[in-house]
T-cell receptor, first 116, second 111 residues
């Protein structure tokens, strides 16, 4: 297995357009996380799935954002009516349901979104 | 709101020097992870610490978790240009595994 993959790596779109990103986690990992990172900052949590169930969403995730993980494998993150403030790196990470204390997440290379 | 404060934010040193990066919070974490990130890439996991007072070594990198599990440090001995990058600490406080990240420390090691 080659790790977490994300597609596309870069996306340039015009304000108001919809975009969709895909994440393929490490195959045996049952948890999948989405984060957003802006320049000069650490990643911020957006949402996470355990198998196909979306269990938590950040208040950062406005109603223009929707995420799915229909079969508990890959996930998609859609942004509708994009705004310039959505420009960021969108990171996906996966983990195997850990013991209660250890939460090791492995990140993909990210999708860089630029909204013009 | 849980916050992780990293310091310093920027560090520029000469090859061969030692350095320490700090990660502090008022919150207790069940585990804390250190990542390194290159420009345009995702963070790469370096280490996870779980037990208060724990020390882990990875070649020239030494990681320590505070006794109260609220803070951590990363020490690099004899830094090399290949160590250049953004270092991020991230703490997990709940069973969700959601990570709270510090703002990162940008390290530049000059040859």
């Amino acid at each position: 297995d080659t790790g977490v993959s994300q597609d596309p790596r870069h996306k340039i779109t015009k304000r108001g357009q919809n975009v969709t990103f895909r994440c393929d986690p490490i195959s045996e990992h049952n948890r999948l996380y989405w984060y957003r990172q802006t320049l000069g900052q650490g990643p911020e949590f957006l949402t996470y799935f355990q198998n196909e169930a979306q269990l938590e969403k950040s208040r950062l995730l406005s109603d223009r954002f929707s995420a799915e993980r229909p079969k508990g494998s890959f996930s998609t993150l859609e942004i509708q009516r994009t705004e310039q403030g959505d420009s960021a790196m969108y990171l996906c990470a996966s983990s195997l349901t850990p013991g209660l204390l250890i939460h090791e997440q492995y990140f993909g290379p990210g999708t860089r979104l630029t909204v013009t | 709101t849980q916050l992780l404060e990293q310091s310093p934010q920027f560090l520029s040193i000469q090859e061969g020097e030692n350095l320490t990066v700090y990660c502090n919070s008022s919150s207790v974490f069940s585990s804390l992870q250190w990542y390194r990130q290159e420009p345009g890439e995702g963070p790469v996991l370096l280490v996870t610490v779980v037990t208060g007072g724990e020390v882990k070594k990875l070649k020239r990198l030494t990681f320590q978790f505070g006794d109260a599990r609220k803070d951590s440090s990363l020490h690099i001995t004899a830094a090399q240009p290949g160590d250049t990058g953004l270092y991020l600490c991230a703490g997990a406080t709940s069973n969700t595994g959601k990570l709270i990240f510090g703002q990162g420390t940008t390290l530049q090691v000059k040859p």
